[in-house]
């Protein structure tokens, strides 16, 4: 059992709304999560993947009319089609009779957009998180090379072994493929879409080229958007905005694409041992990655996300953008001695970000010049949630 970062601000939101729906790949440990926030109150909960379950919510107005004294835990709530207006005059209900926060907590394997049923988005009644694989700040610093290895899924984290881990992540890949797949978009081969899949691990990092996709796939540049769009939309996969002010440059304005898991991304390329990153030509991409998901996830609420790269060469891997317009620019490296290329110093001159940090796989913690620090990975995650 880890400690979730996210439980604090998941608590946080259930004393404030009436419902909050809670966002993540399957086996991420959303179901894990909300029986440890429900512990303490009175509440019951719904597995929509079990027809028992699916079976009390034939007529779900009355049956949770019942229970407007709970919390009612919907799990894989796109199972239940057209749940959401039903929910919304629930909710008025319960205000009604006095249960004015903590009614409803809604588990989704899919973005925010594929959940909004019915074109109903329960706006001013529902809080939104997303629970990211396990982070360095849960896992403890000495796992830093364990976690980038296997991925932040708990299940694959924790195996006995390597090979153990391993074959979890073969399995999640083809029960997604074969099954979960389906349920949110058209059916589409499973054979198709681990190509497709394992593309975007060999592509880990790479700016965003549908085309080339389409071409190497066989299908056309609609279609592998759709490809694109529906990873993005189960989480899997991102796709990391460029930076888009105005500063008279010649700015990339194509997005960047990651597989999220650094996990799946060595399983799909048939990575099993560190020894065997650490010698593949996708280590550099693999390592970003894992830092910008590590990032992200502890990154408070508000705060936005880019890439910036100019055709002149001026390049920064991430841009964090506050509340505010505070900017910080961070450089990924992989090493314990990193150097900052002169790409990166040329990008801080054009946007004047408030901090500039250089991560690296060691755990010093040191300055570079007079205005760039040099972090370990917990340290920038430490900082980010308040810690440091």
Sequence with gaps: ?????????LSLELAESPAVALLGPRQVGKTTLAHEVAGSRSSIYLDLESEKDRAKLQDAETYLAEHLDKLVILDEVHRAPGLFP????????????????????LLGSASLDVLKQSGETLAGRIAYLELSGLTLLETGRGSQDTLWLRGGFPASFTASSGPASMRWRNNFIRTYLERDIPQFGPRIAAETLQRFWTMLAHHQGGLLNVTHL??????????????????CDLLLVRRLRPWHANLGKRLVKTPKVYVRDS?????LLNIDTTDA???HMVVGASWEGYCIENILACAPDGVQAYFYRTSGGAEIDL?????????WAIEIKRGHAPKVGRGFYSACEDLKPTKKIVVSSGQDNYPIGADIRVMSLEDVCQLLNGNI
Excluded: C
């Excluded at 059992?1 to 601000?9: D, I």
């Excluded at 841009?319 to 900017?327: F, T």
């Design 1 to 9: 059992m880890f400690h979730r970062t996210l439980s604090t601000q």
């Design 214 to 231: 389409a071409r190497n796939l066989g299908v056309d540049v609609k279609t592998a958007q759709s490809y694109i769009d529906l990873m």
């Design 319 to 327: 841009l964090l953008l506050w509340p505010g317009n505070e900017l």
């Design 263 to 267: 996990g799946l991304v060595h399983a």
């Design 86 to 105: 039903v929910l919304r005059g629930l909710i008025d209900q319960g205000r009604r009779a006095g249960y004015n926060n903590g009614q409803y907590l």
């Design 277 to 279: 990153l650490l010698s």
